[in-house]
């Protein structure tokens, strides 16, 4: 289990996140809590090697490191809308690149009935 120093920081920079999530947007958000996020671990980690497992620390590095994964996926998600009938993110519902749909080429009018040699 983590300590409790770790997990306090973790849920302040989860609740702060939350914060600026709704007043300035997801990237906000993740461009806020990342870098403070990987700082702890960087220094978790550093501790690790200089003084070795103690009693929280690998618990430590994995909920830092849980939390990181958090925060990415959740930016990761928020960005992308989920896929409507099955198409695939990026292609229109003919399954063209770039999203749009585009009309068939108008080829004028045709002759009425028979076409001539057939």
Known sequence: MAS???TDEIAS?????QEI???????AARDFALPRLRELLRLEQEALQLHGPGEHRLANIEALSAA???VSASAGMAGQRPAQNGARPGRGR??????QAHAPKSRGRGP???KPGR
């Open 68 to 70: 990181i994964r958090k």
């Open 94 to 99: 003919d399954g063209r690149r770039g999203g």
């Open 21 to 27: 999530e709704r007043e300035s947007g997801i990237a």
């Open 4 to 6: 409790d120093e770790v």
């Open 13 to 17: 920079i989860q609740m702060q996140r």
């Open 112 to 114: 009425m009935g028979r």
